[in-house]
């Protein structure tokens, strides 16, 4: 399908504008930068990615009718494309505005190439342009940028963004436990088109002749500096990264105090130099030191080999009286998980602006990562959820939702918490939700592992090309950090459910890619044997603490008994229980209970408020004698029996003679009337019942309720006596 690029129309006074259409969904992207250097070597790039409800038509449905924070859709949206765009010694800012969506083609793909087009557009220099396509797999068929309908039914949901000569760029999936070789066959496809886009680009660019500005590196650190950093803490820092008896803290303090002896010797040499020259110059030397390390000696810091797995700890059920519990810990980061049950009402909703804009439906899964600062031994803020355990939580999330089974009755939430974290949190809170969902005896079609693969490489600096490199599995906080890349991919031993790929460098081979898939292969299916030694399958039954869900039926007849004047009965059932209740559809409602005591107490109050529901089969167009239970402006309250609940016999019923009030009529409580039947309101089962219809002439059977007549919980049906009018 045809993706449209324009610009010079819209935002001509930011440093580079784009509009990018795909059917009738527009994207707008900006990108303004401060043409002073910034004193850090990468700069978070800032990508703000808004969905305006006016693009689909709608008015913001908050008190105020305007947009207000960012959305969990949009903050992940802006992440994926920040993830695309890395700048070096400059600070930039992207701002996509949704313009028009038309219901069938996803924002999200367009704003990555937007903002592709914005860069490349501007005089900001940077590594682009690039591409991006979303890659479906529908019926064992690879589409390229699939509408939403066509995306409801793929087992595939995946993002490319690649650069010139096939290189990747960025990856982020979900899949339905698909093979290995078909997802790496979509990433093929997928690099193969984005170059499409990047030619319309580079065309775009070479009509407007742009031309870059030059950014002076005022950051960097001087060589001599450099020289004798090297020269003083060489063996120091070597002798740390090489001792596998260090741990995460005793390595941190170590690299610490040579760096602290080495700047204070540096300030000496160099008494004129800055305060970020001598500090980037350890950083450089540190980090040529450990990459050198793995790319020459094949060594690890820590004393594993390119391929193997820290040690691997599993313990679930460990508060008895959780819905389901684990804690994951593989190497030194720790994650506990638990789960927990609620009704079908407190699955999450879908606000209309984002279920009009990206389709959103309501979640019964939902998984929650949380990140505190004792988590790295460190003070921090503890405030609401932040950008990065957003992002986290999300992968783990669809990591997990592919096993989830679609008919279970309950709304599951699962927490993550980092206990302590040295490389892959988001990964192990795959793995601990995973064991805790087996835990809580939810019928997992399978389990799933996670695993980090990490890459370390030397890159020839005139031509930027990858001269040699070294796959890292299972990587460390600090191999993260003087690393490449983050790949980090989940599945079961069949397949692959989720997969997520941050790149430092401006693109790689699809080779390296496909090496660390069946790498990260490798080693999900090792996780598999020990996560299965500690608990193979679902538990057959959830706990007894745990939650029960029962489905009733309730006939229309009985539905105003069970609800009650103004859904009084239904209100008092929860509140006094504790459960809640959900209208499945007409007759069948869903009673959910915390505990089964609290079911217990329900069904008795259920059974008490319905006791008198069998009644009378009341005859069609018969006359009845009725008695007056209570007045009201409205109308009368009345009984055709002693055990039944009183209906209301409105004014307009009352006479052929318009009144305002039952007095008029000179109507008291305790007098006999009668009425006639015409059946039940098919919509709330009222009794439909009228005494104005008797005063015309009309002659008919009168029928007679005797105490006798009175119904019983459980007991027969006595028939009707009738006595001539």
């Avoid at 001269?467 to 993260?480: Q, S």
Wanted: charged share 25%.
């Amino acid at each position: 399908r045809k993706m449209e690029l324009s610009s010079g129309k819209l935002a001509r006074f930011a440093d580079g504008s784009a509009v990018v259409q795909l059917g009738d969904t527009a994207v707008m992207v900006t990108a303004v930068s401060k043409t002073k250097p910034s004193a850090s070597q990468f700069m978070p790039l800032v990508v703000d990615y808004r969905q305006k409800a006016a693009a689909a038509g709608r008015i913001p449905t908050n008190y105020l009718r305007r947009e207000l924070g960012s959305t969990d859709k949009e903050i992940l949206t802006s992440r994926v494309i920040g993830q695309n765009h890395s700048l070096s010694f400059i600070l930039c800012q992207i701002l996509c505005n949704l313009l028009a969506v038309d219901g069938v083609n996803d924002p999200d793909v367009l704003a990555i190439n937007g903002a592709s087009a914005a860069l490349a557009l501007s005089d900001i220099p940077w590594n682009g342009p690039i591409g991006a396509v979303r890659v479906g797999l529908v019926d064992g068929e690879t589409i390229i940028n699939p509408t939403r309908k066509q995306m409801s039914s793929s087992a595939l949901n995946l993002v490319v963004a690649g650069a010139l000569q096939n290189q990747v760029v960025m990856l982020e999936a979900t899949a339905e436990n698909i093979l290995q070789q078909d997802f790496c066959h979509a990433i093929k496809v997928g690099v193969k088109h984005t170059q499409q886009i990047i030619q319309g680009i580079q065309q775009l660019v070479k009509e407007r002749g742009v031309v870059k500005r030059t950014v002076q590196k005022l950051f960097v650190a001087p060589e001599e500096i450099v020289e004798c950093a090297k020269k003083l803490a060489f063996n120091k820092i070597y002798a740390v990264f090489t001792d596998s008896s260090h741990d995460k803290i005793s390595r941190d303090e170590a690299i610490n105090k040579i760096r602290l002896e080495t700047e204070e010797q540096l300030k000496e040499k160099f008494p004129e130099s800055e305060p970020y020259e001598i500090m980037e110059s350890f950083n450089v030397v540190s980090k040529d030191i450990f990459r050198n390390i793995v790319l020459n000696e094949y060594r690890r810091c820590d004393g594993r080999d390119l391929t193997s797995l820290r040690d691997i700890k599993c313990e679930v059920n460990m508060f008895k009286m959780l819905h389901g519990s684990a804690l994951f810990q593989r190497g030194q980061t720790q994650v506990l998980c638990t789960v927990t049950f609620d009704s079908i009402e407190s699955s999450v909703k879908s606000d209309v602006i984002s279920t009009a804009v990206s389709g959103i439906k309501d979640r019964n899964f939902m998984l929650h990562y949380e990140f505190p600062p004792y988590a790295t031994n460190e003070i921090g803020k503890v405030t609401g959820m932040n950008r990065r355990e957003l992002g986290h939580g999300a992968l783990a999330e669809r990591a997990l939702k592919p096993i989830i089974p679609q008919d279970f009755p309950f709304t599951i939430r699962v927490t993550s918490e980092v206990l302590e974290s040295n490389g892959s949190s988001s990964m192990a809170s795959a793995c601990g939700g995973s064991l805790a969902l087996m835990d809580a005896g939810v019928p997992v079609s399978s389990a799933v592992a996670g695993v980090a693969i990490g890459l370390i490489t030397k890159c020839n600096l005139e031509k930027g090309d990858i001269e040699d490199y070294r796959l890292l599995t299972d990587i460390l906080g600090i191999e993260d950090y003087y690393g490449d890349m983050d790949f980090k991919m989940a599945g079961t031993n069949k397949g692959i459910t989720a997969l997520q790929v941050d790149l430092k460098l401006p693109g790689i081979p699809i080779k390296i890619v496909m090496e660390a898939i069946q790498q990260g292969t490798a080693a999900k299916r090792e996780i598999l044997q020990i996560m299965n030694q500690t608990l193979a399958k679902p538990r057959p039954n959830r706990k007894e603490s745990g939650p029960v869900v029962e489905t009733i039926h309730v006939p229309l007849s009985k539905r105003l008994r069970f609800v009650g004047p103004g859904a009084y009965n239904l209100k008092k059932l929860q509140a006094q229980t504790g459960v809640t209740v959900s209208q499945l559809d007409e007759e069948t409602y869903s009673v959910f209970a915390p505990t089964p005591s609290a079911m217990h107490e329900a069904r008795e109050f259920i059974s008490e408020i319905c006791k008198d529901d069998q009644e009378v089969n009341l005859e069609f167009g018969a006359i009845y004698t009725a008695t007056i239970t209570e007045i009201r402006d409205s109308g009368v309250m009345v009984k055709l029996y002693p055990n039944m609940t009183p209906v209301l016999l409105h004014n307009s019923q009352l006479d052929q003679r318009k009144i305002k009030h039952p007095s008029a009529l000179g109507l008291e409580v305790g007098q006999e009337i009668q009425v006639k039947y015409f059946g039940r309101d098919p919509t709330d089962g009222r009794m439909r019942l009228s005494r104005k219809i008797l005063q015309s002439p009309a002659t008919t059977v009168l029928k007679t309720l005797t105490d006798k007549n009175s119904i019983v919980l459980g007991g027969t049906v006595p028939q009707s006596s009738t006595s001539p009018q």
